[in-house]
């Protein structure tokens, strides 16, 4: 009998190639059979049927974060965590979710900071009531990105950036008040290949935390500037970096150069709304927009 792992990643595995295969193949989407959804909400057994996050553990477990509550799902049995009945579970709105190589799992939540489920007990901590500020125990976490270091960095909608180390249980936070961050609403950072830390906010700037020194810099462009509250960064195999934006479109920076390339829809993006960007294992770079997905090839952006 196939384990839940091994359950899990075979259907994963089959539905991703299907999906894969009937996106980015145009000329064969009229001889593929429909596909057949089935359907997780309230009626049977989500906590609510807004879904911000969804990540698998390493033994096959999807944990589903919503507004109101995590589930964790096998397949054919889930379980649901709730603030309002189980008071052992400290979060209620949950907006991100990751998995650190110790097998704990992060949870950012809007209005109660950031969260941790112990691999080894189970049990849920609030880390910002404990070892943080009480700044960070009632921030909007937007998003968590572990760095080579098994650093995690917590983008906050109003608290800034704050950098957390599991090994030392020890933090430091990057805000208008401590450097030189001209904005509090960070949603978004990545790390490149010489490890300098790239952070995105609702500034028309981009900032950097630069490696191995840790200073914090401006990365300065008199030709560019980088509008929309929220954005999102990517770093691709080729140590390209996108950024994604709220309203102006996708830029590129390619090969470390000055000069970044800027796309909108008049270049074939079907929103100038970009909300998350990844690449596949073919190295093309899809981009999910509120009007899509597209992907950029070689040279060119495709629906």
């Known amino acids: 009998m196939l384990s839940i792992q091994d359950r899990f990643k075979s259907v994963l595995n089959r539905n991703v190639l299907i999906f894969v295969m009937g996106f ?10 429909p596909m057949n959804f089935e359907q997780l909400d309230i009626s049977n057994g989500l906590p609510h049927n807004t879904v911000f996050c969804i990540i698998q553990d390493r033994f096959g477990f999807m944990w589903i974060g919503t507004q109101d509550g995590l589930l964790r799902f096998d397949g054919q049995n889930s379980k649901v ?10 979060a209620k709105n949950i907006q991100c979710l990751f998995e650190h190589p110790s097998g704990d799992i992060y949870m950012g939540t809007r209005g109660q900071g ?6 080894m007990t189970g049990r849920y901590e609030s880390i910002g009531n404990k070892s943080l500020s009480n700044a960070l125990s009632r921030s909007w976490v937007k998003s968590l990105y572990m760095d080579s270091h098994q650093r995690i960095w917590i983008s906050t909608l109003g608290d800034g950036l704050w950098v957390y180390n599991p090994k030392t249980n020890e933090y430091q936070s990057y805000n208008t008040n401590n450097s030189i961050l001209n904005s509090n609403q960070v949603s978004s950072v990545v790390e490149d290949k010489e490890g300098n830390i790239w952070i995105a906010s609702s500034s028309d700037h981009l900032f950097y935390i630069k490696y191995p020194s840790g200073k914090l810099l401006d990365y300065e462009n008199a030709d560019q500037k980088f509008q929309g509250f929220r954005k999102v960064l990517f770093k691709d195999k ?3 970096l996108w950024l994604g934006t709220e309203g102006h479109g996708l830029y590129l920076r390619e090969n470390k150069q000055q000069k970044w390339r800027h796309f909108t829809t008049d270049d074939g993006l079907s929103s100038n709304i970009i909300t998350s960007i990844k690449e ?6 899809l981009i999910a927009t509120d009007g899509g997905v597209v992907y950029f090839g070689s040279q060119n952006l495709e629906r």
Not at 28 to 33: A, D, E, G, R, T
Not at 81 to 90: A, G, L, Q
Not at 114 to 119: D, E
């Open 24 to 33: 980015l193949t145009h000329s064969m989407v009229s001889q593929i059979s």
């Open 280 to 285: 596949n294992s073919a190295e093309q770079i």
């Open 238 to 240: 080729s140590d390209r």
């Open 81 to 90: 965590y709730v603030n309002s009945s189980n008071k052992d579970f400290p």
């Open 114 to 119: 950031l969260i941790v489920r112990s691999g």
